[in-house]
């Protein structure tokens, strides 16, 4: 994508003062964070159902505030959203970012803890959308994870999934490699699944469920 494009999009966003003090303090922890693009992306995803009242999204990462805003946007007033991370700071963060923003305290949970020893306890058939940003070793079995927990139509969404097309590189043997090509193969061969790659970060992967 050109910086062009980019800077475009970008300048023409409507962005909530409480989006870019979300982005401010995640930039202050450290941590990463969508894109406007790609946050524009969720609220679509989400939005997709937000007539449905059993409406749900997942956010499992460290930048809960901001991801979780583009998705609550997109969720309409009934759809609840689940931050999953152990750090408890970040999730108090987030709570506060939701309630400076409007969202009432029961628009969102928060679960402070690994997500691979969470996310198996969540409802089967019951999410819209999933965000999950982990390290790559983890992918294969998030994928395995979070694929039964998506509703009909719904779409579980890797950040970065593809390290910047470092998979087509034959000579990459690393742990972090191997493990990001066999969770895209693995996608690839879900019964039912749609999948999406886009160069958006260092690669998003879209996983729906059709």
Same mark, same amino acid.
């Given at each position: 994508?050109?910086?062009?494009? /980019?800077?475009?999009?970008? +300048?023409?966003?409507? @962005?909530?003062?409480?989006?870019?003090?979300?982005?401010?303090?995640?930039?202050?922890?450290?941590? /990463? @964070?969508?894109?406007?693009?790609?946050?524009?992306?969720?609220? #679509?995803?989400?939005?997709?159902?937000?007539?449905?009242? +059993?409406?749900?999204?997942?956010?499992?990462?460290?930048?809960?505030?901001?991801?979780?805003?583009?998705?609550?946007?997109?969720?309409?007033?009934?759809?609840?959203?689940?931050?999953?991370?152990?750090?408890?700071?970040?999730?108090?963060? %987030?709570?506060?970012?939701?309630?400076?923003?409007?969202?009432? !305290?029961?628009?969102?949970?928060?679960? !402070?803890? *690994?997500?691979?020893?969470?996310?198996? /306890?969540?409802?089967?058939?019951?999410?819209?959308?999933?965000?999950?940003?982990?390290? !790559?070793?983890?992918?294969? #079995?998030?994928? #395995? #994870?979070?694929?039964?927990?998506?509703?009909?139509?719904?779409?579980?969404?890797?950040?970065?999934?593809?390290?910047?097309?470092?998979?087509?590189?034959?000579?990459?043997?690393?742990?972090?490699?191997?493990?990001?090509?066999?969770?895209?193969?693995?996608? *690839? +061969?879900?019964?039912? %699944?749609?999948?999406?790659?886009?160069?958006?970060?260092?690669?998003?992967?879209?996983?729906? /469920?059709?």
């Amino acid at each position: 994508m050109t910086d062009a494009l /980019r800077t475009y999009i970008e +300048s023409t966003s409507d @962005v909530s003062e409480a989006l870019a003090t979300a982005r401010r303090d995640a930039e202050e922890f450290g941590l /990463r @964070v969508p894109d406007e693009m790609t946050g524009q992306l969720l609220t #679509t995803l989400a939005a997709a159902s937000a007539n449905d009242r +059993s409406t749900g999204a997942v956010a499992v990462t460290p930048a809960a505030g901001v991801v979780g805003l583009y998705l609550l946007r997109g969720l309409g007033d009934t759809g609840t959203l689940t931050c999953i991370d152990p750090e408890a700071e970040h999730q108090t963060q %987030a709570r506060a970012t939701f309630r400076d923003a409007g969202f009432a !305290p029961s628009r969102a949970r928060f679960l !402070p803890s *690994r997500p691979l020893d969470v996310m198996g /306890r969540l409802a089967n058939g019951a999410y819209q959308v999933i965000y999950v940003e982990v390290p !790559p070793v983890e992918l294969p #079995t998030v994928i #395995t #994870t979070a694929w039964p927990l998506l509703t009909q139509g719904g779409t579980l969404v890797l950040a970065d999934a593809l390290l910047d097309g470092t998979l087509a590189d034959e000579s990459r043997r690393d742990r972090d490699t191997a493990a990001a090509r066999e969770a895209d193969e693995l996608a *690839r +061969s879900l019964e039912g %699944a749609l999948v999406t790659r886009l160069p958006l970060g260092a690669g998003l992967t879209l996983i729906t /469920r059709a």
